[in-house]
């Protein structure tokens, strides 16, 4: 892949939960000195009740939480103490220059609006961080939109889209190039076979819930819980309300990568 000097490289949280290999991504993040931000699957990982206090303001059934728990009891003991510390020490808002990225919102690493959101709504939520490039995570769907702002003329906001589990119908990962106020989302080929193998033999529960997700490109269930449509989430605007919302991501590595001036970079597999 061609490669030029980046100014930065920046994650957008949820590194380690959900995945065959959160040992490997994390270290490998560390190793590469990436900046970035705390996702909310990061947060449950060294506090768990932020999942509680979730689950208590979420519809979804309660089958869904459990399986969520299972999953990060797991991850939390093959990472080990280090690992899960050096996690808790990721700031919630990583500013470079005229950039903020945050994983969900200024206010919340579980709760995030989705493309369909209108430039109003868009703009009282990520305008409150006063720059004119907000990127966020959290989403699974990747978008570019251009708002028009009352304070700085216009702000960019943009999701990057997940190096995995994306929830856009389109299995390769995903990622963001910004050269200087200009973004382009970025597909890549992502072999997902590679990593369903290494789900299926990693001892990972409900490995299949993961493994149905990354072979769709698509928000699934685990099984014996109903789906929910994945056209129902994201598309509201009160980041306090109890109805589902916004999506519960669980990734399973480093995703939402933001590469800013001409430099073009996946996690290393």
Same mark, same amino acid.
């Given at each position: 892949?061609?490669?030029?000097?980046?100014?930065?490289?920046?994650?957008?949280?949820?590194?380690?939960?959900a995945g065959a290999n959160p040992v490997e991504i994390v270290d490998r993040v560390?190793?590469?000195?990436?900046?970035?931000?705390?996702?909310?699957?990061?947060?449950?990982?060294?506090?768990?009740? +932020?999942?509680?206090?979730?689950?208590?303001?979420?519809s979804a059934p309660s089958p869904l939480w459990t399986a969520i728990r299972r999953m990060a009891a797991v991850t939390r003991t093959m990472l080990g103490e280090d690992r899960i510390a050096w996690l808790q020490r990721l700031p919630s808002v990583q500013?470079?220059?005229?950039?903020?990225?945050?994983?969900? %919102?200024?206010? +919340?690493?579980?709760?995030?609006?989705?493309?369909?959101?209108?430039?109003?709504?868009?703009?009282?939520v990520y305008g409150a961080l006063g720059l004119p490039i907000v990127i966020?995570?959290?989403?699974?769907?990747?978008?570019?939109?251009?708002?028009?702002?009352?304070?700085?003329?216009e702000r960019l906001v943009a999701y990057t889209g997940s190096v995995s589990l994306s929830y856009d119908s389109d299995c390769r990962a995903s990622y963001?190039?910004?050269?200087?106020?200009?973004?382009?989302?970025?597909?890549?080929?992502?072999?997902?076979?590679?990593?369903?193998?290494?789900?299926? +033999?990693?001892?990972?529960?409900?490995?299949?819930?993961?493994?149905?997700?990354l072979s769709t490109g698509s928000p699934q269930m685990p099984q014996q819980i109903p789906r929910v449509p994945h056209g129902r989430q994201g598309t509201g605007t009160d980041l306090s309300s109890k109805r589902r919302r916004t999506g519960f991501c669980g990734c399973r590595r480093a995703r939402c990568i933001v590469?800013?001036?001409?430099?073009? %970079?996946?996690?290393d597999r």
């Open positions: 892949m061609p490669v030029a000097t980046p100014i930065a490289r920046l994650h957008g949280g949820d590194l380690a939960d560390r190793e590469l000195g990436w900046q970035g931000v705390v996702g909310n699957t990061d947060e449950m990982l060294f506090l768990p009740e +932020s999942l509680e206090k979730f689950e208590s303001q979420s500013i470079q220059g005229p950039v903020a990225l945050v994983h969900g %919102s200024p206010e +919340s690493l579980w709760r995030a609006l989705a493309p369909e959101a209108s430039d109003a709504e868009l703009e009282s966020y995570a959290h989403i699974h769907r990747p978008y570019i939109r251009t708002l028009p702002s009352s304070k700085i003329g963001l190039l910004l050269d200087g106020h200009s973004p382009t989302i970025r597909r890549v080929k992502d072999d997902v076979g590679k990593e369903l193998k290494a789900l299926s +033999s990693g001892g990972l529960p409900h490995a299949d819930w993961i493994a149905r997700s590469t800013l001036n001409r430099f073009r %970079s996946m996690c």
